[in-house]
């Protein structure tokens, strides 16, 4: 009876352990979607960012809602730190329109360790997302690879 129990217990404790995985998988995958500009798309605030550098080399903050529409900014606190640990860029944003534009250009470089902080209010907890911003063009899509939507990486190469 005992060694019944026991594994009754055991079973019910790994049944809970993989719903429970499965159910925080789904939370974070989403298909690869770029912004309205072709910019990185941050899903994990409401409303979602799109972090985009322009050709002048600034940052460009849009707020989109689920359809990918641009929507005006509010109270949202951005910061972001770039580029070399010894050394980090940090950007500030002001507000131009309907989006947020960096006081200055990223540092030079192609593939910047990347930090941006949202903060829905000026009160409200941060969300933190990190990323290389990889500034090449990826080979199928038409983003950067930054923002990238294609799954060319998690293919396999074939062994000859």
């Known amino acids: 009876m005992k060694k019944l129990l026991t594994a009754t217990l055991l079973g019910l404790a790994?049944?809970?352990?993989v719903n429970a995985a499965e159910k925080g998988k789904d939370k974070h995958e989403h298909a690869a979607k770029a912004g309205p500009t072709g910019g990185k798309l941050i899903t994990e605030v409401e409303p979602h960012v799109e972090f985009f550098v322009t050709k002048d080399k600034k940052v460009e903050i849009r707020f989109v809602d689920d359809d990918n529409k641009v929507v005006?900014?509010?109270?949202?606190v951005i910061s972001v730190i770039m580029g070399d640990r010894s050394a980090p860029t940090k950007l500030a944003f002001t507000k131009d329109g309907n989006k947020l534009?960096?006081?200055?250009?990223?540092p030079e470089g192609n593939d910047l360790p990347t930090v941006v902080q949202i903060k829905a209010k000026p009160d409200a907890k941060s969300v933190t997302e990190k990323f290389n911003l990889n500034l090449n063009d990826c080979p199928t899509c038409k983003n950067k690879e930054y923002a990238c939507t294609?799954?060319?990486g998690d293919e396999k190469e074939e062994k000859k």
Do not use: R, Y
């Open 72 to 76: 005006a900014p509010g109270e949202q």
């Open 101 to 106: 534009v960096s006081d200055k250009a990223i």
């Open 150 to 152: 294609c799954a060319h």
């Open 14 to 17: 790994l049944a809970f352990t």
